[in-house]
């Protein structure tokens, strides 16, 4: 479960109802980054791509930036 700064946004909302946000993006990425490489995610947001990415594969090196202090929070939170 994640933490959300709120309902309103599509991201919010996607999360509440399918517990996944962006699905065939996360897919896409779970395939392509392997285990021991560095996954850079710039503009992060709450961490509901890189996350699942990170679950399904502990081996990826995961760097997420975020530049909107509180939203950070919610990705710190959430990681």
């Known amino acids: 479960m ?5 309902t309103i946004e599509s991201l919010g909302v996607e999360l509440f109802i399918d517990g996944i946000y962006e699905k065939k993006l996360v897919a896409l990425l779970k395939k392509r980054i392997k285990s021991g ?3 850079f995610d ?4 709450i961490g509901a791509i890189g996350l ?3 679950k399904a594969n ?3 090196k995961y760097i997420g930036f975020e530049a909107s202090p509180l939203i950070f929070e919610y990705l710190t939170t959430n990681f």
């Open 2 to 6: 994640y933490q959300v700064p709120n």
């Open 37 to 39: 490489e560095n996954y």
């Open 42 to 45: 710039i503009g992060a947001n």
């Open 52 to 54: 699942p990415v990170i």
């Open 58 to 60: 502990p081996g990826v």
